[in-house]
């Protein structure tokens, strides 16, 4: 696009700025849509920032645990290594000070200079987040992150208090502030890992630093739309309460949790296992009453797993794709099974093997053509196989896209278009359970796929990894999705597909399988039926002997 690049100034507190900031100012440094061109450098008063909180007031224990649980859990990339900032040429720089919140007047009239400069977003990533006066330093706002809708004033203990009461998820938002007004230009919620406080907040935080740069790009393309779609948009909520359960004695049970935890898995290990197996129903419906009376179990060899099952009924008789892998070898391949509705299966045949992982054989009749589309992230690729002898002789034909770490690709043909759905992780350190991408094209094999101006369509951890085929019931789209948030593979949602086009997807949740049917059952995450026959994997916990 042949159009001026975005005018930025950036906040930032202090002389080194956290890795997850670093990479995200390299992200819009070298793009074609932005340019930060001044620095406002913040001097925090830190005599006046005490909160009056007795959850804050504590904060020395926690902030004690959560270093020593970055040195027990070391990640790389780590969002919160220290990098020095000095790499930007920029036309000027503006030093100024601030209390919790509020400016001193001499920063007031540093930062009116900037009234004439035609600064375009003015973007806050210090702690602090002093009240500016944005209608009068930028045209589109002030744009700044939080990582909790608990403890947005202490950005070092975001996610701390969702891992302490055990929430489903940790809610991170991109909020504007614009006319007077704060709305919320992204929420996503992301993963809240019990074991470990950094784990949770380094995945978070990764993920996080992407919704800016993604927001500058579509701005830059559709400048016009910014007002009345922010206009639309919800308020910033409401900081909720700090619970009185998140205090020392939540700190403390869990250390005492996690500990006694740890000790448990490694004696169990010695004598039990988890493994993945198919479950299957004869039904014109999915859903049941009793999944342990109405689904019967199909337990593999205790070498191996047997997880992601797709049907190909072919002349009455089913084939059931599935990722088979050797639990020793820990890669997967794709093996396809006879079932007969009686429970008998013949012996699984590897059919396509390659030196990476391969899993979710997602199956595609086109123009009397059976294609199959298997997960093959770990080559940062999605490939398209041909059948050329059903069910056993498989080809590969080309790689549809590459570049990204693609995870349980699913195609729907609708509308004249063929709609990839997948997810992905964009960057190093982000989850690929929680963000679901949109592609689409016109011609399945030839065709150029583009990327769907709403990427990612979902960004929840609850709904977003695909888990089977979408389908069709009384003329509505459903897209069977991984509830990832206690664990990968946890439990399934059906998404109905309420608005797909070339510019606008939604959807909303209609229905939720849970892993409560069987004391040994830990999980479920992938559902396909086809002519009366239900396929679902499970989790289960097994003994060794």
Request: contains cysteine; positive net charge; proline residues 4%.
């Amino acid at each position: 696009m042949d159009q001026t690049k975005l005018n930025i100034a950036l906040i930032l507190e202090g002389d080194k700025i956290d890795r997850w900031q670093s990479e995200m100012i390299s992200i819009l440094t070298s793009s074609y849509y932005a340019e930060i061109k001044w620095l406002i450098r913040l001097n925090r008063n830190k005599s006046n920032t005490k909160i009056n909180h007795p959850f804050y007031k504590k904060s020395f224990w926690h902030q004690s645990f959560l270093k020593l649980d970055q040195k027990i859990f070391k990640i790389k990339p780590n969002a919160f290594d220290q990098i020095n900032f000095n790499s930007i040429k920029l036309h000027e720089e503006i030093k100024i000070s601030s209390t919790e919140t509020f400016l001193s007047e001499e920063s007031k009239k540093r930062l009116n200079k900037l009234t004439d400069k035609e600064v375009d977003v003015i973007l806050d990533l210090s702690k602090t987040k002093p009240k500016l006066n944005s209608s009068n330093l930028s045209k589109y706002g002030v744009w700044h992150l939080t990582f909790s809708d608990y403890t947005p004033k202490n950005r070092n203990l975001s996610g701390l208090h969702e891992v302490l009461l055990k929430k489903d998820f940790i809610n991170s938002r991109l909020i504007v502030d614009f006319e007077n007004h704060s709305k919320t230009l992204i929420n996503s919620k992301s993963f809240v890992d019990l074991s470990s406080i950094h784990k949770s907040r380094n995945s978070l935080f990764w993920k996080t630093s992407l919704f800016i740069p993604r927001q500058l790009e579509l701005l830059y393309k559709n400048r016009q739309n910014f007002v009345p779609r922010i206009n639309n948009l919800e308020p910033q909520p409401s900081i909720n309460n700090l619970e009185n359960n998140s205090s020392l004695f939540s700190l403390f049970k869990h250390i005492y949790i996690t500990t006694k935890n740890v000790v448990k898995n490694r004696l169990f290990k010695h004598f039990i296992f988890n493994q993945w197996i198919l479950l299957f129903k004869v039904s014109e419906n999915y859903k049941a009453k009793d999944y342990s009376k109405e689904y019967s179990r199909i337990t593999p060899p205790k070498d191996r797993i047997w997880a992601d099952p797709f049907i190909y009924n072919n002349n009455g008789k089913y084939f059931v794709f599935i990722e088979e892998m050797l639990i020793k070898q820990n890669k997967g391949f794709i093996s396809v099974m006879e079932l007969n509705i009686d429970g008998t299966i013949s012996k699984p045949i590897p059919i396509i093997e390659n030196e990476y992982h391969m899993s979710y054989p997602f199956l595609l009749k086109d123009n009397d053509h059976l294609y199959m589309i298997p997960e093959t992230g770990s080559n940062k690729t999605i490939e398209l196989y041909k059948c050329l002898d059903f069910p056993y002789k498989w080809e590969f034909q080309k790689v549809l896209l590459e570049g990204e770490k693609a995870v349980d690709t699913t195609v729907l043909k609708h509308n004249n278009k063929y709609w990839i759905f997948t997810n992905k992780k964009e960057i190093l350190g982000v989850s690929a359970h929680e963000e679901l991408f949109l592609y689409y094209t016109d011609d399945f094999i030839n065709g150029k796929w583009k990327a769907h101006p709403k990427n990612p369509i979902v960004s929840d951890v609850r709904f977003s990894r695909p888990a089977g085929n979408i389908f069709t019931k009384d003329n509505k789209l459903f897209r069977p999705a991984q509830n990832c948030s206690k664990g990968y593979g946890y439990g399934i949602n059906i998404q109905e597909i309420i608005v797909l086009n070339e510019n606008e997807y939604e959807e909303k949740n209609i229905d939720s399988i849970y892993p409560n049917w069987s004391n040994d059952l830990l999980g479920t995450h992938t559902i396909n039926h086809t002519d009366g026959l239900t396929v679902i994997d499970a989790l289960i916990q097994r003994s060794k002997f």
